[in-house]
């Protein structure tokens, strides 16, 4: 992969906000958002997030060779760790900067992508509770559709330091 190692080099970014948004100023993804607060993703990904025209969030990543499993393929567990991702990028809206958990997640495997696909995902949110997020979405590569999902979050409240310490 060409260009800077995004893992462990943060020059390229634009800003870096209290949620541990980053705005790519270059390359493919310039103008897109990612987290850093993840250590995960960070590692997995780089995924990206935007709001499009039309007030959709919009998902993607790169296929890269550090995605694939033995058989050349996008690994089952890249497009759940996406998806995942997607979420919280699909939920933001709701969360309106608290946090939360996935507490649940289902997924149906459809189709296989390779090295160099741009991997999108299209999705909404079908109902917001008080404290449960209700998501679903899909991931595609053009007009393949690879992998469904949907997944609940529930919104958490941090513990203080003290709180912490005590449990």
């Known amino acids: 992969m060409e260009g800077p190692d995004f893992v462990n ?17 270059a390359g ?28 959709r969030i919009r998902c993607a990543f790169r296929v890269a060779e550090k995605h694939l ?3 050349s393929n996008v690994h089952g567990g890249c497009f759940m760790t996406f998806a995942d991702y997607c979420l919280f990028a699909l939920a933001h809206g709701e969360l309106q ?15 296989a992508a390779r090295e160099g696909e741009l991997i999108e995902c299209d999705g909404e ?35 203080t330091s003290a709180q912490q310490t005590v449990s």
């Open 125 to 159: 949110v079908t109902r917001a509770g008080g404290s449960l997020i209700f998501l679903r979405g899909k991931l595609r590569a053009g007009t393949r559709t690879l992998f469904t999902f949907s997944g609940t979050i529930k919104r958490v409240k941090r513990k």
């Open 28 to 55: 493919e993804f310039a103008g897109w958002r990612t987290w850093r607060r993840d250590n995960f993703e960070t590692h997995t990904g780089p995924f990206y997030h935007r709001v499009d025209e039309d007030g």
């Open 9 to 25: 080099d943060l020059s390229q970014i634009a800003s870096l906000d209290n949620y541990g948004i980053q705005i790519e100023t």
């Open 69 to 71: 499993n033995g058989s």
């Open 97 to 111: 900067g608290s946090s939360g958990v996935t507490v649940g997640f289902s997924c149906e495997f459809l189709d």
